[in-house]
């Protein structure tokens, strides 16, 4: 989830925007997991192809962008904080896959597997689950653009 102000909006004119939309010149992120960036391309009047980028903080909205009509998803990379990655920093990677499964002890819980461009495999999981212990695991994200390596951690 992204939050901002009031204090924050930008009063574009409606030539510059779509019916119903409005513009912020910051938002903040005050959990400390993945979020996803992406670059997609559209249909816009007259044909034209236009691209554009979208943050995403949820595995569901990107599997849904990648499945919406006249939409076509170039490039995703996913933002870990850095406890995740053991850097002193966040880090933003390509994206190649997202394997989803159910958390073993939490009925119904849902725990993701990010499967980067240097073949790392990363699990969010609220219960700190390891991967082969998921249950159901199947493969929810495939980037159209990158190519996985084969290394398991």
Avoid at 26 to 36: C, I, K, T
Avoid at 63 to 76: D, I, P
Avoid at 96 to 122: D, S
Wanted: hydrophobic share 40%; aromatic share 12%; with cysteine.
């Amino acid at each position: 989830m992204f939050e901002t102000t009031d204090y924050a909006e930008i009063d574009l004119p409606a030539a510059f925007r779509e019916d119903g939309s409005r513009a912020w010149s910051y938002v903040f992120r005050r959990l400390h997991v993945p979020w996803f960036h992406l670059i997609y391309q559209f249909q816009a009047e007259d044909n034209v192809r236009l691209k554009q980028p979208a943050f995403l903080s949820e595995v569901y909205q990107l599997c849904e962008f990648q499945a919406a009509e006249g939409v076509k998803v170039e490039e995703v990379q996913v933002v870990l904080p850095s406890h995740m990655t053991g850097a002193n920093r966040w880090t933003m990677e390509p994206l190649v896959e997202i394997w989803e499964g159910i958390e073993p002890h939490a009925q119904g819980q849902k725990a993701y597997v990010y499967v980067l461009g240097n073949g790392n495999r990363l699990m969010v999981s609220g219960l700190d689950t390891k991967e082969t212990e998921l249950l159901d695991r199947c493969l929810v994200f495939r980037s159209p653009t990158k190519k996985r390596r084969n290394k398991r951690s």
